[in-house]
């Protein structure tokens, strides 16, 4: 079955921190992996995906199928940047198949001034 | 464009008592979805509309559950009769077509309490 794991709840860093958030997933084909942020009082929003390889706010994440993750990395964290992250995955999507998100957790990030 | 909406936004109903929440999905997506979160756990799946079409429904928690998206536009999710555990924020998402990736656009949600 397909799992997305978020191991951290909360993840509280300084502004100008570098901030990796993790992201593990278990899937035995092809994966679509994507970062979603909710920030305060806001709907959810795509953030990234791992096809598009584009680096979003200042936020990259490559997928790395040996460790089956894929972190989400900002070299220098603003205050901005505090929200929920949740990582997602699918399948097939690019072929069409607009299947359903499984979701982690989600991850609490806040950057202190 | 307002994006997807959803409705109401709060819902407090006592056990066993009906609730219909509506979702509007941005004009011309022939997607929607629905999931739902209840506190501590992850975001859930619980079905999807292609058009007027339910293309997935695995997520359906059980039969108290009854989705409809008329003509393909607007959905309802209706829960009856409810439960406490079916207490969370229900999400909508939206996206566009059947061709290639189209990302999923997310209504506000709708918190729904049941005491």
Redesign the interface.
Same mark, same amino acid.
């Given at each position: 079955a397909q799992r997305v794991t978020q191991p951290e709840k909360l993840l509280s860093v300084f502004k100008g921190a570098p901030v990796e958030l993790k992201c593990n997933y278990s899937y035995s084909g092809s994966p679509e992996l994507f970062w979603y942020v909710q920030y305060s009082r806001q709907r959810l929003q795509l953030l990234l995906r791992h096809i598009s390889r584009e680096s979003i706010k200042g936020f990259t994440a490559d997928l790395n199928k040996g460790e089956t993750s894929f972190h989400l990395k900002k070299p220098f964290a603003q205050e901005e940047d505090s929200a929920m992250y949740y990582c997602a995955l699918s399948w097939g999507v690019n072929a069409g198949n607009n299947r359903k998100l499984i979701w982690g957790l989600g991850t609490s990030l806040a950057v202190n001034p | 464009e307002a !994006?997807?909406t959803q409705f109401p936004s709060h819902s407090v109903i006592e056990k066993g008592q009906t609730v219909t929440l509506r979702c509007d999905p941005i004009s011309g997506h022939d997607?929607l /979805?629905w /999931?739902r979160r209840v506190m501590g =756990? %992850?975001? =859930?799946?619980l079905l999807?509309f292609?058009k007027e079409s339910k293309q997935?429904e695995s997520?359906m928690p059980n039969n108290r559950f009854l989705a409809e998206r008329t003509g393909g536009t607007y959905s309802t999710l209706k829960v009856q009769p409810a439960e406490l555990e079916d207490s969370g924020v229900y999400?909508c998402?939206s996206?566009l077509g059947?061709? !290639? /990736?189209? %990302?999923?656009?997310?209504?506000? !949600?709708t918190r729904l309490t049941v005491l």
């Open positions: - | !994006g997807v997607n /979805y /999931y =756990k %992850e975001i =859930k799946f999807h292609v997935d997520g999400f998402a996206s059947l061709v !290639g /990736y189209n %990302e999923q656009f997310f209504g506000p !949600g």
